[in-house]
């Protein structure tokens, strides 16, 4: 203690500054809001990252009628979203995120919902109830507390531009959509030359935003509102299997026992060399009489939506 007490004081004026330096730069850096959201969603993450939604998504299975309706839940968000957002663009806690040339997505998931809908898209699809609730969030968000719009926005724009990219690979994969780009153009941004870069830089904006620190923990605590509303979606998802599971049984839908014609059963034909199929049932045709029933496709699609958007959160 004694060395220490003369080390301090044999310190000129520069030196003492110069050894609270670090501290003060560490300091800095944890009150930063990029880092304060990264810590403070740790625990959201690593429930949202070990869903079976997303190990699925990422494995590539998914369908291309779920994929589909996917695309409409996240039409749904990013319009309630930057309609928020274009209403902001001035708030001083949220003007410098506000960039729709480099990052809006609602023109190109429109794009996106020709292609797979066609021209009376609008017609056609609908918000589920679990969609809606998180739509009305966004909305009272823009309306009544506008600097917490910075959870969403980072939340949704830097996982697009970090983990989406993977998706958009997986899809087309899986899909076989065009390697072109129609059906995945919610994922280009044209604007954007180089992702990294410009993450590095909107953390940077972000960061110098002028917030006190309790304004940035009303942000973290609306990011992990964010997770929780992805999570209701999952909810949703296991009353759809409780129903149709009630649905089958009512509705009598006979189930292949894999031993059928090989050609009216695509389970059979991949298993059928590994000795997989005894004592298990098809699934293809409860697969089927889910996408049959409106009810419960909307309820899939959203689900596989925000997971995939749980899953850009993993990799930003």
């Known amino acids: 203690m004694s060395v220490e007490l003369e080390t301090a004081e044999g310190m000129d004026e520069s030196e003492k500054k110069s050894s609270r330096a670090p501290a003060r730069e560490n300091h800095t850096k944890m009150a930063d809001l990029s880092e304060l959201l990264k810590e403070g969603t740790k625990e959201a993450h690593d429930r949202a990252e070990n869903t079976q939604f ?5 494995k590539g299975n998914i369908r291309k009628e779920l994929f589909k309706l996917a695309t409409a839940a996240l039409y749904f968000t990013y319009s309630a979203l930057e309609e928020e957002m274009d209403h902001n663009k001035d708030h001083p806690a949220f003007a410098p995120l506000y960039f729709p040339m480099e990052l809006h997505r609602k023109e190109a998931l429109i794009k996106d919902m020709l292609y797979f809908f066609g021209k009376d898209w609008e017609k056609q699809v609908q918000c589920s109830e679990a969609t809606r609730k998180y739509v009305e969030r966004i909305h009272y968000v823009g309306q009544k507390e506008p600097e917490l719009l910075v959870a969403h926005a980072y939340t949704r724009y830097m996982g697009d531009l970090s983990g989406g990219q993977v998706l958009k690979k997986v899809a087309q994969r899986a899909l076989k959509l065009p390697s072109t780009g129609e059906g995945t153009q919610f994922y280009l941004f044209e604007n954007v030359n180089n992702a990294q870069q410009f993450k590095q830089f909107y953390r940077a904006r972000m960061n110098a935003l002028d917030l006190n620190l309790k304004t940035k923990e009303k942000i973290v605590e609306e990011a992990n509102k ?11 998802l296991d009353q759809a299997g409780s129903l149709l599971a009630k649905e089958t049984v009512e509705d009598g839908l006979p189930m292949h026992n894999g031993k059928g014609d090989v050609q009216k059963c695509p389970y059979y034909v ?3 060399d590994k000795g997989a199929l005894e004592g298990r049932s098809c699934p293809f045709r409860t697969a089927l009489s889910v996408l049959s029933k409106p009810s419960l496709q909307f309820i899939l699609a959203t689900s596989v939506a925000l997971a995939a958007g749980l899953l850009a959160w993993y990799y930003i």
């Not at 997303?54 to 990422?58: A, G, I, P, Q, Y």
């Not at 964010?226 to 949703?236: L, S």
């Open 54 to 58: 997303v190990k699925d998504f990422l």
């Open 226 to 236: 964010a997770f929780e509303y992805n999570m209701q979606i999952f909810n949703e």
């Open 270 to 272: 991949a298993k059928q």
